[in-house]
């Protein structure tokens, strides 16, 4: 019995297992979601720091322009907090050092004279504070920096680093097995017949997890053979958090995956989805591994993943808000079907959506002209244009 796209939604959230958590070198944790609310260890910055190269002074002692003082020291980042001894003089500073203490206010060079026995000032007024990053002004002590289940992307990092965190608490990413089958999939390198086709899925499938930030991938081939995928999809499930095979899972004589699934002790939670393309669409579970059956055609396979698998790893990995997407179509759609329809699009002159001309799901040559797919939903045969539908990229971003 077919289900649902949102039934099919809800049947994969409410199988997957709970984060888990692991410690990570910090230059290992980019892109990796953190476990812990981050608290800064100190005030930000943690002293009074200069801003400017110049003279810091006292300034209740200044005169105004023209005012001749003395030089009585050098305060260096990077070096311990110097003291104004001699109140009627000025210590030099370079920018990022300690504030001197007996000082409240730094004048850059540009505005003084600097000579052998002092500075001659430039400037009719100084404000206190002024050129000061003030202690604290940034943050406090024990203030939250970085939320759990954020994101770390590079500002984290350096947030990260600036607060001691050489080791970071995370929670891990999946360990995944793509497992692709069939008789009439050659390597692609592999010199092709007239009745073969050389794989792509793999292919396709790992690059797309890889954009998305799931690196640990094993990819296995396996023909249309009860005992090999019986031994392979064995190995699969005891190494990977996240199975995902595509092909052999509809109807057809030579359609063994369900069976051999069944054997291999896979609860089957859902075969078969109201939706094109992916009906034949299978997931199950086995202890803590998640098991994708995908269809085989490659439109059916990538739609099926961005909808369904990526979603789910990006929540095994922490993320609990993902955002979505909407586009406005730019012309009437008609579908002559009952089902939800994803379908392939490409924006317009004036950044609408529009469909992208295909033949079916075995078509993946017409996506490179495409942007993405909408999700036109079940039980509507006319959509309007102006109308906006939930919208999901092939490409990562940093590669649209």
Request: charged share 20%; aromatic share 6%.
């Amino acid at each position: 019995m077919l289900i649902s796209v949102s039934e099919a939604e809800k049947l994969i959230d409410e199988a997957q297992p709970a984060p888990r958590l692991i410690a990570l070198p910090l230059i290992e944790a980019h892109g990796y979601v953190l476990a812990i609310d981050i608290k800064a260890e100190r005030d930000y910055p943690p002293f009074d720091r200069i801003t400017k190269d110049g003279i810091a002074l006292d300034s209740t002692r200044i005169t105004g322009k023209g005012q001749h003082i003395k030089l009585s020291g050098y305060a260096q980042a990077g070096k311990p907090r110097v003291v104004l001894k001699e109140m009627d003089s000025v210590i030099e500073v370079a920018t990022g050092a300690p504030l001197p203490q007996g000082t409240d206010a730094v004048i850059p060079y540009e505005e003084i004279d600097k000579h052998t026995d002092g500075v001659v000032l430039n400037t009719k007024q100084v404000r206190a504070g002024q050129h000061i990053h003030a202690q604290g002004s940034d943050c406090k002590k024990e203030t939250v920096l970085i939320k759990k289940n954020t994101i770390i992307a590079s500002p984290e990092m350096a947030i990260l680093g600036s607060n001691g965190m050489h080791t970071v608490s995370v929670y891990a990413k999946p360990c995944i097995a793509i497992v692709t089958t069939g008789d009439e999939l050659v390597a692609t390198n592999a010199k092709v017949k007239s009745h073969q086709l050389r794989r792509s899925n793999d292919v396709m499938l790992q690059g797309t997890l890889q954009g998305h930030g799931f690196t640990n991938i094993d990819c296995i081939h396996v023909a249309d053979d009860a005992t090999q995928l019986y031994t392979e999809f064995a190995k699969a499930l005891n190494a990977a958090d996240v199975v995902l095979i595509t092909g052999g899972v509809s109807k057809g004589t030579y359609d063994l995956i369900p069976d051999v699934l069944q054997e291999l002790a896979v609860k089957n939670i859902f075969h078969g989805v109201r939706q094109r393309p992916g009906k034949p669409m299978w997931f199950g579970k086995k202890e803590h591994t998640l098991v994708f059956g995908l269809p085989g055609n490659p439109v059916s396979a990538l739609t099926c993943t961005l909808r369904y698998v990526v979603p789910a790893l990006k929540k095994m990995s922490g993320q609990i808000e993902q955002f979505t997407d909407y586009k406005t179509i730019g012309e009437a759609i008609d579908v002559n079907v009952s089902l939800t329809v994803f379908m392939p699009v490409k924006a317009n002159a004036n950044g609408e959506i529009v469909p992208v001309s295909h033949n079916g799901s075995g078509d993946f040559t017409s996506l490179a002209d495409s942007c993405g797919f909408i999700e036109l939903p079940g039980d509507t045969y006319h959509f309007y244009a102006g109308e906006r539908y939930p919208f999901i990229l092939w490409r990562t971003p940093c590669l649209a």
